[in-house]
Each structure stands twice: as structure tokens, then as C-alpha cells.
């Protein structure tokens, strides 16, 4: 029989209540505030489309105690389904932030809706954003499968309900039998690997896309469940028969599901530049550097040749018949870039869905496989990577490949174009002056702050 101190969920819980913010490194509390303003941004942003507002309505209609405020709008809800709504209005444009996975949205709504009912200080967002990163992480990385068993399921709201409970966690400020149990039901809420059946092949993306509205409400009712002194398995991260090949792995490294936080992956995440599915980006980077450098007429180009990793090849190669489809349509984005629509929301309007020149241009696209990208793709902490080649009708031709796209922490966005990103999405929702306010909020002020609900506040449409 395993003893507390070598099961899993007992390291775990070990792991978050050694994140503390007196220690963290000066380089993590910076990138921990660039990443909560970034998925603000999302937040607010995603009720735009159609299915951020369906979402709301759903979830408005069933009524209860207004604890949490839906970002972006008037609605308050109770703080289950207000996480549900947050999570799931913070990957709705897919321009979320990334890590083999999308740990933003399910680690900022969940700090920003518990820290707003518990009226928590800046200093401890921080530290339940970092917890929430450093953890879920580390269970992704125990968990990755072979690139083998990738290529037939693959799911990345399966370990993402580790993020919120750490978050949750880390607010509720459980005991270390009680954060054990907490990740312990967690797993057993967990969903199961759906990527493979998103719809990919009749171009019709599901409306869920990675659950993490659930995923986020799972790992919130697994702390309140174990805070009220519900039971949970403690060892079922352990032995062959664990977690890990429960959620569908063909492999597990407890190593990295354990491993010390001398260093941190917070510092590893992605932030994107693109409203598009982060495998599309070096694609997307390639069109762009094209675009400015040389400026190819849309109307004389011929074709557009491109060579990327299997993921891309399979399936992101389809026409979007509906504007939530966009950001998996390789073809039709690559057209969006060449003329000259800006990423956001614009690239969701139906006028450009319907654009003829538009969709002509994205039927002069061709996708194959680069061997070298498809080797790299599956690794953890991976290169992305794509060749494009822009052939006028003259014949000219333009090159550009891209190995690591912009937003990596290793080719990072700008100061100026973090902003330039936020500005885009919460303006429009917000208003000009009440965006900058809510900026600097965060990017300045946070740690001084006595209560989130001097950023949560800001947020109400």
C-alpha cells in the first residue's frame, strides 16, 4: 500500500502550497500579469460571437445567486456556472494563450471569479495563476502519449481540470489532505479526450471545442467537494492502472508530474498574435513576413504552397462554412493575412466569410507534410514549423519558413503588441478609456491592489 508522502496526489498537493509570491521569481510575476491581462482580453472579447452570447443566455436563464460577474457584460451568476461561462467566453476567438494546450482559460476566469466572491489582494491572484500554470503543466507533461497514440486521441481539457483545482486550491487555502482529495476527485471529473471528433472533416467545428467551460467547473467542485470533507481515491495518479491511462496515454513519467518547481513553465507559455489555432501560427507568421516585405498583389497570386507538421496536413485543411470555424481553416486564414484583414474579431465577420476574392485566393492553397515539422511537432516544448512559398501569375516567387512562431516564449510578442492585442478586444466591449484603465490595473498595479474587484469591477459592460 502506497503511503501519503510517495502518492501522487500528496506531492501535488505539496507542490502548490510551496507557490508562494514572496518567493517567486521577479521574471514569473511579470509574465504571471502579462498572461491574466491577456486572458482578460479573450474574456472579454469572446461574447461577441453568436456562441459567446448563446452561452450567457443559457447559463443566465437558469438564475441563482449573483456572485461573479460575467466579464464583458451586466450578468452575475453563481460561482460554478459563472467559471463555466468565463472559461468558456476565454477560448471562444481561440486566441488564448498556449502550452500543448490552452492553461490560460482554465486558470484566469477561476482565480478572477473565486478571488471576486473571497475579495482576495493582487499578491494572491498572482500566486494562484502561477499554481495554476506550474501544476497542470507538470500532470500535462507526465501524461504527453507517444506521438503515436497522438495521431489517434488526443485531448488537452483532460489534464487542464488540474489547473483550476490548483487555483481553487490555492483560494480555499486547502490543508494538504484536503488539496490531495481535491486533485484525487478532479481526475474523476475529468473529461475524456475528445480532439479527434471535433469535426474536422465536414468543416462544422462542435461549439464546445475543448470543454473547458466544464473543465473549469470540475475543477472548482472538486476543492469545494473536498473542503466539505468529501472522500476521493488518493491513489488514483498511481501504478499502471492509473490517471494516466485512464485519460487515454500510452505512457506516463511520474518524474515530470512531480517535479520541483525550481523552475517554472509559466515562463514557457505562448501568447498569440493570431485569433487562430496556435498549429497555424508559423504559417500565418510565414504569410505575414511575405505580405511585408514584398507585397504581393491578392489578385496576382497564383498559388500558395505550403509544407507543415501531420496536425496541420489532417486536419485544418477544410473551407469554414460558419464563422467559428475560421480559426481552423488554414486555407481561408492564409487568405485573411494576404488581404490585409487585422486578427480579432474582423476575422470573424460573415461579409469576409462570404467574400468571393477571399475565398478564391483560399482555394489557390496547398497543404503538405514537412517531415522534419511532423518529427518535432509532438515534442514538449516543441518548434512549430512551416514553409510557404507565394507564386505570382508572372511566376514570382516569395519563400519564407518559420520555425518558431511569433508569441514563443523564445520569439515573444512585444510590450506594444500585448497591448495592441488587449486594446482590439476589450475596447469595443468596454470603451476606450475604461480598456486602458484595466490595463494598467493589471500590468501595474496588481500587486498593490487589496482587491480583484478593483480589476473584476472594471470588467462589467
Not at 33 to 58: F, H, Y
Not at 85 to 109: C, I, K, M, Q, W
Not at 390 to 417: C, F, H, L, W
Request: proline letters at 5%.
Amino acid at each position: 500500500m502506497l503511503k501519503d508522502d510517495t502518492r501522487t496526489a500528496f506531492i501535488l498537493a505539496d507542490l502548490t502550497r510551496e507557490v508562494k509570491y514572496r518567493t517567486l521569481p521577479d521574471g514569473v510575476v511579470k509574465k504571471a500579469k502579462e498572461l491574466i491581462a491577456d486572458s482578460v482580453a479573450c474574456m472579454v472579447g469572446g461574447i461577441k460571437p453568436i456562441q459567446g452570447k448563446k452561452m450567457i443566455e443559457v447559463f443566465a436563464s437558469m438564475k441563482g445567486v449573483p456572485e461573479v460577474q460575467i466579464y464583458g457584460s451586466r450578468e452575475r451568476l453563481p460561482l460554478l456556472n459563472a467559471v463555466y461561462v468565463n472559461s468558456y467566453l476565454a477560448t471562444t476567438l481561440d486566441f488564448d494563450d498556449t502550452y500543448d494546450g490552452h492553461p490560460g482559460s482554465t486558470v484566469v476566469p477561476v482565480a478572477l471569479g473565486i478571488g471576486e466572491l473571497n475579495n482576495i489582494s493582487g499578491k494572491a491572484l498572482i500566486e494562484s495563476v502561477v499554481a495554476g500554470y506550474e501544476i497542470g503543466i507538470r500532470i500535462s507533461n507526465g501524461i504527453k502519449p507517444t506521438p503515436a497514440r497522438t495521431k489517434k486521441v488526443r485531448g488537452i481539457n483532460t489534464w487542464q481540470i488540474f489547473c483550476a483545482t490548483a487555483v481553487a486550491a490555492k483560494l480555499f487555502n486547502l490543508s494538504r489532505d484536503q488539496a490531495a482529495h481535491a486533485y484525487s476527485h478532479a481526475a474523476i471529473h475529468a473529461s475524456v479526450p475528445s480532439l479527434r471528433k471535433w469535426g474536422f472533416i465536414d468543416g462544422k467545428i462542435q461549439w464546445l471545442k475543448n470543454n473547458f467551460g466544464w473543465t473549469s467547473y470540475g475543477g472548482v467542485l472538486s476543492a469545494l467537494l473536498s473542503r466539505e470533507g468529501f472522500i476521493a481515491d488518493t491513489t488514483i495518479f498511481d501504478g499502471e492502472d492509473g490517471f494516466w491511462i485512464m485519460a487515454s496515454s500510452d505512457q506516463c513519467n511520474f518524474d515530470a508530474i512531480r517535479e520541483s518547481m525550481d523552475s517554472f513553465y509559466t515562463l514557457k507559455i505562448h501568447t498569440k498574435p493570431y485569433s487562430a489555432c496556435r498549429h497555424i501560427h508559423p504559417t500565418l507568421d510565414a504569410v505575414s513576413a511575405i505580405v511585408k516585405e514584398n507585397r504581393p498583389a491578392a489578385e496576382q497570386i497564383d498559388k500558395v504552397e505550403v509544407q507543415t507538421f501531420y496536425e496541420v496536413v489532417n486536419d485544418y485543411t477544410f473551407l469554414p462554412s460558419l464563422p467559428f470555424d475560421v480559426v481552423f481553416s488554414t486555407p481561408y486564414l492564409i487568405a485573411l493575412v494576404l488581404h490585409d484583414i487585422p486578427p480579432g474579431p474582423d476575422w470573424f465577420k460573415e461579409e469576409h466569410l462570404r467574400n468571393k476574392a477571399i475565398r478564391k485566393i483560399a482555394r489557390k492553397v496547398s497543404i503538405a507534410e514537412w517531415d522534419e515539422a511532423s518529427k518535432l511537432y509532438p515534442i514538449v516544448n516543441r518548434e512549430l514549423m512551416s514553409k510557404v512559398q507565394i507564386t505570382e501569375k508572372s511566376g514570382k516567387a516569395y519563400n519564407k519558413t518559420v520555425r518558431i512562431p511569433k508569441g514563443d516564449p523564445r520569439n515573444p510578442m512585444s510590450a506594444q503588441e500585448m497591448f495592441r492585442k488587449f486594446d482590439t478586444l476589450v475596447t469595443p466591449v468596454l470603451g476606450a478609456e475604461k480598456s486602458k484603465h484595466l490595463y494598467k490595473k493589471i500590468m501595474e498595479e496588481l500587486e498593490c491592489l487589496k482587491n480583484v474587484k478593483e480589476i473584476t469591477g472594471l470588467m462589467a459592460a
